[in-house]
């Protein structure tokens, strides 16, 4: 797999095409920096006026494998409505955000504004669906392990998949568009038109990965190392394998666990989202991953114990980390 920062954008016309992240978090400064740093000029649509006044100060700070590279000029604002129409607005905020974001972002959707919703867990789709009923919606996955470390400063601690597809197949046409702007940028991407598949599949990731990491205090690649934590992480895959197969999707759990456990060894010096927030003290996606499989698992009458455990276990440490105690 070609990894990010690796290729200069040559398509004619990528320069002005209008592309907005919604959400200066590791992923959206991921994705605007290696857009940046290949000749576009993406920007980043954000809430937090203390973030868009060090972005705009300071730029983005990216380090990878390579080194620490600086990325300058790169465009910021909490104003969609200075922004106007764009071409595409690409949501990577929280999964519980994703609702208040789209409230946020609208005036920068216009009639011919594709949305893109490349966020963790289930359900983004849906709320952008809705909340934009006009719109062409592509919905997909990124496995980029990617660690916010201050306002700005994303470290990008491995390469995964990217991959999406449109909701509707009328808007297949603008998700080749951005697939090949991604991949002119170094941004491995790829087309799935199967979107339902290809979420329950990151889900499966996340389901694998996040919360044992958050609820350990562990690294992407520790869950391989430790056979109770292995065995934790195969049996909660499995559980969202049989829920996905309750749902009419092909999957094959030895497939699935095969893929988390690549993706472990792909990201293993990550610090998976969800420990990145229990570690700042934020809410966790936790009800859209384990909780998400435990509430369809229950309606499709699908045990889901090892989930439920750990959506309990990453409850209790959000709590802890707030310092509620009930
Ligand atoms: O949530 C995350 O951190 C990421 O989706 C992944 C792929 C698990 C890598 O850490």
Redesign the pocket.
Known sequence: MRCAGEAKSDRKGDESMKIVIVGAG?MGCLFAALLRRAGLEPLLLEKSPSTVAAIGCGGLVLEDLTGTHAVDRIAITGDAAGIGPADYVVFFVKAFDTASAAGFAAACIGPATVVVTLQ?GIGNADVLSERFPGSNVLAG??????TLLGPGHVRH??C?ETAFGPLHPSGRRSAEVLCDVFNASGIAARIDDDVHALLWG?LC??IG??AL?AILDIS?GRILEMDPVRDIMRNAVREAVAVAVAQGLEFDADEQVARVEQ?CRA?QS???????DVRAGRMT?IEYINGAVVRAGRSLHCPVPVNAMLADLVRARQMLAAGKSA
Do not use: D, P, Y
């Open positions: 590791a963790n996955i990124t496995a980029h392990g990617a601690a491995g995964g990151k990731v996340n990965i996040n990491a992407n993706v990201t990550n610090i998976c989202s969800m420990l990145q996606e």
